[in-house]
């Protein structure tokens, strides 16, 4: 496809649970994002890819947050033992190298 | 630290009214400068952005912003808005390369037009 896709675009799940997200950015772009919306807020920066170098996870909120990028393909983002606060959107965004970033419609994840 | 204001947490325009969305920036040399759009259920579309040159840019859908350096700001205007406007718009800077992973994002102004 021409955009970001994001998969699912809804997930609902139980506290505990562990749940995956998933990445697959414009083709081509080396570059891939991912960052958390909570309601009524603005971006937070979780975690950032660059062609094969190693990630900055930098972002990540608790070692419960991990993702993985194969190449510069899909890369999903997993978040173990869901908490309520952990309710929120997950927004995908790729871009060439220095370029703006293009992003997915995101996944929106609740937390029961 | 890098830090973007959004003064306005929500608008309310009539259609056909001029706008200006505001955004301030802290940081001590010239950043990149983003807006960004979000309609409900959708992810962020680029609606214009500031690398360098000209201070007043042209994006789509009529929107335009200025950069001013001496007030550090980025304001977002349109002559007219459209119903279609009502979204939530972000402004973003980048301190350290336009593709940079260090966007900092404002936390949005909500745009609603009255009819």
């Known amino acids: 496809g021409a955009g970001v896709s994001q998969s699912p675009s809804n997930k609902v799940t139980e506290k505990g649970k562990d749940v995956e997200l998933r990445c697959d950015p414009i083709s081509g772009h080396t570059a891939l994002y991912w960052y958390r919306q909570r309601l009524g807020q603005g971006l937070e920066f979780l975690i950032y890819f660059q062609g094969n170098s190693a990630p900055d996870k930098s972002g990540l909120p608790s070692d419960r947050f991990s993702a993985e990028r194969t190449g510069e393909s899909v890369s999903t983002l997993t978040i173990q033992r869901t908490q309520q606060e952990d309710s929120a959107v997950y927004l995908c965004?790729?871009?060439?190298?220095?370029?703006?970033?293009?992003f997915g419609d995101g996944t929106r994840l609740s937390i029961l | 630290a890098q830090s973007v204001t959004q003064p306005d947490i929500h608008i309310t325009v009539s259609e056909g009214a001029s706008l200006e969305l505001r955004c301030n920036y802290s940081?001590?040399?010239?950043?990149?400068l983003f807006w960004y759009v979000q309609s409900p259920g959708q992810g962020l579309q680029l609606l214009l952005k500031y690398f360098s040159g000209d201070t007043l840019v042209q994006g789509i859908k009529g929107f335009e912003a200025e950069f001013k350096r001496s007030q550090s700001s980025f304001n977002l205007r349109k002559p007219s808005v459209h119903w279609s406007d009502a979204a939530e718009y972000f402004c973003a800077v980048a301190f350290s390369g336009a593709g940079s992973y260090q966007l900092t994002f404002g936390k949005g102004t909500k745009l609603s037009v009255i009819p």
């Open positions: 940081y001590g040399a010239t950043p990149y």
């Open positions: 965004a790729s871009s060439d190298y220095d370029q703006p970033q293009h």
